[in-house]
């Protein structure tokens, strides 16, 4: 069973930038698509972005498009957010989600195709 854990969260500007890092244990990450969802307070957890193990697109939020892209290092057994031009709306809890081996669902977006899940990182973005 994998395990992962976030990292890299933390307070910035707007207009500045974060890192988000997924260190995955237990498992390995190459043969499965691995995604970002965050929880803003009082809202329900969303999806951000998503990278497939078989390659291809890398769906995103429209609301992240062009700010933030999702990487892989699976020598490293690692998955990344970077955040640029982050905006006070930004601000949420960040977790990372892993698929089981092989598995393909036909809508990277759905929360129900994850079940494995880290604990979260905080991201604060001030005004």
């Known amino acids: 069973q994998v395990q992962l854990v976030e990292s890299g969260g933390g307070l910035v500007q707007a207009g500045g930038s974060l890192r988000l890092s997924c260190a995955a244990s237990?498992?390995?990450?190459?043969?499965?698509?691995l995604a970002w969802f965050r929880q803003a307070p009082g809202k329900e957890r969303e999806f951000v972005a998503a990278i497939r193990w078989s390659g291809g697109t890398t769906p995103l939020a429209d609301s992240v498009k062009g700010r933030f892209t999702i990487s892989r290092d699976n020598a490293k057994n690692s998955v990344y957010l970077q955040m640029n031009s982050l905006k006070p709306e930004d601000t949420a809890v960040y977790s990372c989600?892993?698929?089981?081996?092989?598995?393909?669902?036909?809508?990277?977006?759905?929360?129900?195709?994850?079940?494995?899940w880290g604990q979260g990182t905080q991201v604060s973005v001030s005004s």
């Open positions: 237990g498992g390995t990450i190459s043969s499965r698509t």
């Open positions: 989600a892993a698929t089981k081996p092989y598995y393909t669902s036909s809508d990277p977006r759905s929360q129900g195709g994850y079940p494995y």
